[in-house]
């Protein structure tokens, strides 16, 4: 039982961080400053627990960087998303990125392309071009929430690709080299909108703690599943982020979708589902 509840932990956090979050930003903290203070929080805690060394870094340092950029902008994004767009929208559009995992595996690391990949990317599109259609504009449009969900979940993708190919680096070697990008571009975008904003040490301090007891739980609470068993058991169930982050958005926020939303999200899910069977 302790893989199961260790990803349904972390999937149950990651469907309600929305909530904190949105409660630091009342209290003036706005999303790359909360970001670069929790993670920060999270390097320094994982750093000091054990110091992994970065030495295997020296033969692939540029495909390292671009993992942390990528990594900087698939946290960075989700937040920012999570703060500007609807919950459960911006949940399901974040999970395209099982499609981009495909098409990205095809491109950089030869796998094989079959049928099953056509009808999941096909799926896929199809229901986010449901969610997104606007029958008054005639056409599917994009928030800035839904397209800063959809390029965090490119990036996600773009991650998961560039740690797989980096095969030198160990699991908290690639965790930290990711939390190195967010903090970076969680602190180039906060310091290009404003200097840090004169805030009480409690809510600093609530920022760290998140970090430390969310961010950083979650991370090894997935670790810890996947790691224990099947990939396609464990990605189905970290989908439950999805009805948790929806049912506790309309619970605490009163935020709903529209049944044409719910009929696309479940198309991209169904693409979810068989992205992941395919790549087990």
């Not at 627990?49 to 340092?61: D, I, M, N, V």
């Not at 950089?108 to 969610?131: N, P, Y």
């Not at 998140?210 to 464990?234: D, E, K, Q, Y």
């Amino acid at each position: 039982m302790g893989p199961v509840l260790s990803l349904l932990f972390a999937a149950t956090f990651w469907g309600i961080v929305w909530y904190p979050l949105r409660l630091l930003e009342d209290a003036g903290l706005s999303g790359p400053w909360l970001m670069a203070a929790g993670y920060s929080a999270a390097f320094i805690t994982l750093a000091l627990a054990r110091w992994p060394g970065f030495q295997a870094l020296e033969k692939r340092p540029a495909l390292a960087a671009l993992m942390a950029l990528a990594a900087g902008w698939t946290n960075l994004g989700f937040v920012l998303a999570m703060l500007e767009g609807t919950v459960a929208r911006v949940l399901i559009l974040f999970y395209l990125s099982p499609l981009w995992s495909v098409l990205l595996g095809r491109v950089f690391l030869h796998e094989q392309f079959t049928r099953m990949t056509a009808l999941t990317l096909v799926a896929g599109l199809a229901g986010a071009l449901l969610m997104l259609w606007k029958p008054e504009a005639a056409a599917a449009t994009l928030g800035w929430g839904d397209l800063v969900a959809v390029t965090a979940g490119f990036a996600f993708a773009v991650t998961n690709v560039l740690t797989r190919a980096l095969e030198e680096l160990g699991t908290r070697q690639k965790t930290l080299v990711s939390w190195a990008g967010v903090v970076l571009l969680s602190l180039t975008v906060a310091l290009l909108e404003e200097p840090p904003p004169p805030l009480s040490w409690s809510t600093w301090a609530a920022s760290a703690a998140l970090g430390v007891f969310g961010f950083l739980a979650a991370t090894l609470a997935v670790i810890h599943g996947v790691s224990h068993m099947p990939v396609r058991r464990s990605a189905v169930i970290l989908l439950a982020e999805i009805p948790v982050g929806a049912v506790s958005a309309w619970w605490l926020a009163g935020e709903t979708l529209s049944l044409r939303e719910w009929a696309g999200g479940a198309m991209i899910v169904l693409a979810g589902l068989l992205a992941i069977r395919e790549t087990e």
